[in-house]
């Protein structure tokens, strides 16, 4: 009996905070794992096919890394089971690459990944493992090194992923030309590194 009270007490505990990535920002500084390696551990994984094929990967229009810094009043909440996507403040990033995206708050360490397939002016996102039979669509404009975001349905964690993608601009992490790109004189945003 002691045994199954340990594995339920281990299992609620485990995979309470794990299983969706989420962190409170107490537990990550116990970890103090640096966000660097969340980030690379993030780029070397690629999505599983859950709804739909992944695509080929060929080079998009949009491919590169954005971020954004969302202000708010308040720290995040300490938390076991966080909603996904949750709006939080700080830096947010997001790298579309050959049709893989994924996503990154680097205050809580929460993380994501999934497939995206262009189609026009439209941005479909799919096999997202924290709504796996969901698929979002959005309209997307690149100008400027500024990608926007417009929701056409997406009601992956309860409207969270379109309340967050479609928020603030995502600023370009790419040299604005070749000259700033060589001399890296240019105004990187925040979380570009």
């Known amino acids: 009996m002691a045994i199954v009270v340990m594995v339920i007490l281990f299992m609620t505990h485990g995979l309470s905070s794990s299983c969706n ?26 999505p599983f096919p859950y709804t739909i094929p992944l695509p080929s990967p060929k080079s ?62 439209q941005l479909i996102l799919a096999n997202d493992p924290v709504c796996h039979e969901i698929i979002g669509v959005y309209t997307w ?18 409207g969270l992923r379109a309340m967050n993608l479609m928020k603030l601009p995502w600023l370009s992490c790419q040299p604005p030309s070749t000259e700033a790109a060589i001399t890296d004189h240019w105004p990187k945003p925040a979380g570009c590194d």
């Open 60 to 121: 998009t229009v949009i491919d590169g890394t954005y971020t954004k810094f969302a202000t708010k009043e308040t720290p995040p909440v300490p938390c076991r089971r966080c909603p996904d996507y949750a709006p939080e403040g700080g830096i947010w990033k997001l790298n579309l690459n050959k049709g893989v995206f994924r996503i990154f708050h680097k205050a809580t360490g929460w993380k994501d990944i999934g497939s995206f397939f262009i189609s026009g002016n």
């Open 141 to 158: 404009k690149l100008e400027e090194g500024k990608l926007t975001l417009n929701v056409i349905e997406d009601k992956c964690a309860i």
């Open 21 to 46: 990535g989420q962190q409170s920002a107490s537990e990550i500084s116990k970890t103090e794992a640096p966000s660097t390696d969340i980030w690379s551990g993030l780029m070397q994984r690629t």
